[in-house]
T-cell receptor
Framework: GENVEQHPSTLSVQEGDSAVIKCTYS??????FPWYKQELGKGPQLIID?????GEKKDQRIAVTLNKTAKHFSLHITETQPEDSAVYFC????????????????FGKGTHLIIQP | DGGITQSPKYLFRKEGQNVTLSCEQN?????MYWYRQDPGQGLRLIYY???????QKGDIAEGYSVSREKKESFPLTVTSAQKNPTAFYLC?????????????FGPGTRLTVL
């Protein structure tokens, strides 16, 4: 099955600097890559996603890049702010249906992003 | 307000007891999911349901059961057969059953088995 590796596990940056979180996946058939932000004690919230037919997607200060050949994708946050502090998860899915059901999203283990004032 | 609600937020049970976690959505989504989250770990899929009266096992279904009698509800029962039930449980839903549809998560239930 799919395996998603996420690095780093903890990332500390100065407020205003950029943050980059990287993920690699194993199944070349994966075609959907969402990123979620989780604040303490809450459920994850989707912040951006990308599908395999594009290489980059931006939404204000957040961008995601995808390299299908290398099987990795990255989250970029520019001009970081204190409210960006949270745990970020990447995920991948092939979207295949097997045995009557669908392959689920496979999540990375998360990156704890700390924004230093 | 549209969204996904999970109750209760915190749940304590004695070892050997079954416990049911509630998940309700008013988004008119067809698909619903249950995930388990352990400290320092990603989310792992327990069960999912594409439509009413149908559900499929995920990666870690052993010791859990679900039902989907109504479109808006997808309760999860943690049985006494689950060897390590203490965890944060998250329910999600998506508009359709395709796994690449955006999944929206509820606030979670933290289950502690004493």
């Amino acid at each position: 099955g799919e395996n998603v590796e996420q690095h780093p596990s903890t990332l500390s940056v100065q407020e205003g600097d950029s943050a980059v979180i990287k993920c690699t996946y194993s199944d070349s058939a994966s075609n959907y890559f969402p990123w979620y932000k989780q604040e303490l004690g809450k459920g994850p919230q989707l912040i951006i996603d990308i599908r395999s037919n594009v290489g980059e997607k931006k939404d204000q200060r957040i961008a995601v890049t995808l390299n299908k050949t290398a099987k990795h994708f990255s989250l970029h946050i520019t001009e970081t702010q204190p409210e960006d502090s949270a745990v970020y998860f990447c995920a991948a899915s092939t979207g295949r249906w097997s045995g009557g059901g669908a392959d689920g999203l496979t999540f990375g283990k998360g990156t704890h992003l700390i924004i230093q004032p | 307000d549209g969204g996904i609600t999970q109750s209760p937020k915190y749940l304590f049970r004695k070892e050997g007891q079954n416990v049911t976690l509630s998940c309700e959505q008013n988004l008119n989504h067809d698909a619903m999911y249950w995930y388990r989250q352990d400290p320092g770990q990603g989310l792992r899929l327990i069960y999912y349901s594409q439509i009413v009266n149908d559900f499929q096992k995920g990666d870690i279904a052993e010791g859990y059961s679900v039902s989907r009698e109504k479109k808006e509800s997808f309760p999860l029962t943690v049985t006494s057969a689950q060897k390590n039930p203490t965890a944060f449980y998250l329910c999600a839903s998506s508009r359709q059953g395709g796994i690449t549809d955006t999944q929206y998560f509820g606030p979670g239930t933290r289950l502690t088995v004493l």
